[in-house]
């Protein structure tokens, strides 16, 4: 580890333009329509990581977007290391030693790791990129800041976690001095996102600083020093982490008192309704369960454990090897995905982007999408009426924010992409819902929306299979939880039993005291 | 015999205007832009290569003229498909028809024929050890090209370009900078292989006189997966399917047929690559879990 440098201290340090390393001072940013920052003051010091927190479209990413010199702010000034700056560009942000972690990675899929890093800085000799020395400097960068990764791998053929590092490593390379992450643990496993904030304290050790944009309440508190809270493009709240709670930084993000990880009451099971025997795919052995009608029936486990083969299957969107799943009573092992939804079935898929919406479609449409075959048909037609009449209903129905129904779902924020998914999925009214990932990148305040309506269907009879990676979710809404190992149903717990550190072993492949082989 | 080295000789011979043209179009699609618009582009350095090599007597201005004619040409694609964001494949096409019309309407206006403008006083390209300079000068650009898009700077920061232009944006890269250069680079190829075709393989223009080579070197990039190396041997394939047509005329086939070689092997090819393309080239992981 490099020594601290001369001026870098911890936090701690007198406010002041000593010690600070970002500070923005009144910044104000308009768009068409909405006033995204109104006056944002940010004070960031040197060596601390720091928490940006806020609902969507409370104003982060425009604040990001201004101090990173994409956007320009119509008021205010940006001050680094004690000197004020105007970007005009990301290159002019890099060259003042800050660089971003995009929520998106900016990688080249084809190139290595060593490649990656480098770009637009390469070492050269005679002009040729001096790949040897690419590697080298991979290798230190790697060793000095525990981000090992192989400098020769595809960047394609990485899994998501150490796409991350090589996109740390990319501006480490370039020298920068504050790095700005935005939702960095949104793809990722609990495991990577352990490893991600051990790098980021070891960072902010040596005197860089982290600005860390995200929603995740528990990150926050385990992982910052202080947390900005925006809210409609305002700064409502600056706290120090170490003298806050998750209810309070969660009440001056909505700007209401939140109830937490609310454990919900359990439902009142009836009859069985999706029954699943012995079911096998290429990633799936043998899983028995059942799910009965108004229960929620939670699935927990490491990501990469079968979860979504195994939903994926159910969807009638991958083929299965053994088995037989019934529906109500009727067999649907084989029947496609459309006959499966005919049949009763309503599914919200992990990928929302690829999988649940048509992003370059309009809202309406989106919502139109699987009602098109039953409320919205007329003589087979689609009646543009029927579609506007129904996209109406449910916007306000699910509180999904958008400025028209006719905008391309790609506008909306990924809350409300969410939420419009749920909602078109919850319209179905659909004896069996199967759920992935219902509030992964969401914030507060929609998470809380998005489990209220999962426990209302379920109270209103309805069969719910839930994929969740957020212990929390599957705590508070299943009221039975099986954990899925190597493709293995491998544990089974009623809501009472399924404390944390229960599951936690049980994900881990620690526990397999009940082995689940018929429903219980 | 039927394979000698008259046939491997006549295959260079006609490789040659493909390599220069293929190498050009490898440059594009690497930058990402799906330049069809080769074929056009050395129709045009044809002509020039021609009128001027006719006008000062000296196939080397005509062969300098028709890298720079074709480079201006190419400027069509870069300003429309970079700068104004057209549809790089509409313009390529609009770039062959009009290069088509284009020649022709000049041929008429300024030799006043129609057809083929043919002189034994046209200067062609001299030969050295049965090839033309030119020839020699595409097997360089080849080791050129691998090196510069392996190793070099420049080739990184325009795969990189081509792959992620998002991503070299955030960097500081400029894509449409890249871009640029990789199309008017394509123009200047283009036009030596015109140069080529017109003062080398022949030494007349005809109308349409490429007949489908640019398509073909469209084909040869696909086929040797844009790199430098992978075209070569592509364009060696389409040269001795064209050498080996000729050959076949001296054995009686009807010429239509015999014409027709490299086409038919072109059509193999794309149905080759495309099925070796979906069997390998699975949808890239997304960055999403």
Known sequence: MTPPRAD????????????????????????????????????????????????????????????????RADAGSVIIDGREVAFASPSDAMAAGLGMVHQSFKLFDSLSVAENVVYAAEPRRFGLVDLAAARRRVRELAEEHGLSVDPDARVGDLPVGLRQRVEILKLLHRGARTLILDEPTAVLTPAEADALFAVLKSLAAEGRTVILVTHKLREVLEGSDRVTVLRDGRVVARLVTAETSADQIAAAITGRAVELDRIHAPGTAGEPVLEVAGLSTDAVRDVHLSVRAGEIVGIAGVAGNGQSELVQALAGLRATTAGRVTLRGGDITHASATERRAKGLAYVPEDR???????????????????????????????PAAVRAHAKRLVERFGIKTSSPEVPASA?????????????????????????????????????????????????????????????????????VLVMYEGRVAASYTKDEADERTLGLAMAGGDTRTQVKAAD | MFFDSDLLM??????????????????????????????????????????????????????????????GYSLILAVGAVTLRGDAVVLGIAMNLLAVGLTSFLLRTVFGVQGTFDDPALAGLPLIGGFTPLAYLAWVAVGVAALLLSRHVWGLRLRGVGEAPDAAATLGVSPAKYKYGAILVSGVLCGLAG???????????????????????????????????????????FGLAEAAGFRLQGLGLPQQATDAAPYVVTLGALFLTTARRRRTRPRPSGAAS
Not at chain 2, 218 to 237: E, H
């Open chain 1, 8 to 71: 870098a201290e911890g936090a701690g340090v007198v406010e002041g333009s000593d010690g600070v390393a970002v500070e923005l001072r009144g910044i104000t940013k308009r768009f068409p329509g909405t006033l995204a920052n109104d006056a944002v003051d940010l004070t960031v010091r040197r060596g601390e990581i720091h928490a940006l927190m806020g609902e969507n479209g409370a104003g982060k990413s425009t604040l990001m977007s201004v101090l990173y010199g994409m956007e």
């Open chain 1, 353 to 383: 982007h690829a999988v649940g919406t048509a992003p370059a479609a309009s809202v309406a449409d989106n919502l139109a999408m699987g009602h098109h075959r039953t409320s919205l048909s007329s003589r087979g037609l689609l009646p």
């Open chain 1, 412 to 480: 909306l924020s990924g809350g409300n992409l969410q939420k419009l998914l749920i909602g078109r999925e919850l319209a179905h009214d659909a004896p069996v819902l199967l759920v992935e990932q219902p509030t992964r990148g969401v914030d507060i305040g929609a998470i809380q929306t998005i489990h209220d309506q999962l426990i209302a269907y379920r109270d209103a009879g309805h069969a719910v299979l839930l994929v969740s990676a957020e212990l929390s979710e599957i705590r508070g809404l299943a009221d039975r």
């Open chain 2, 10 to 71: 006549s295959a260079l011979r006609a490789l040659t205007p493909i390599l220069l043209a293929a190498l050009g179009g490898a440059l594009c699609e690497r930058a990402g832009v799906f330049n069809i618009g080769l074929e056009g582009m050395m129709l045009m350095g044809c002509f020039t290569a021609v009128a001027t090599s006719w006008f000062t007597g000296s196939p080397w201005l005509g062969v300098l003229a028709a890298a720079l004619a074709a480079a």
């Open chain 2, 195 to 237: 140069a080529q075709l017109a003062l080398g393989n022949v030494t007349l223009f005809s109308e349409n006189m490429t007949a489908g080579r640019g398509w073909i070197a469209v084909v040869a990039v696909m086929l040797g997966r844009a790199l430098p190396l992978g075209v070569l041997l592509a364009a060696l394939l």
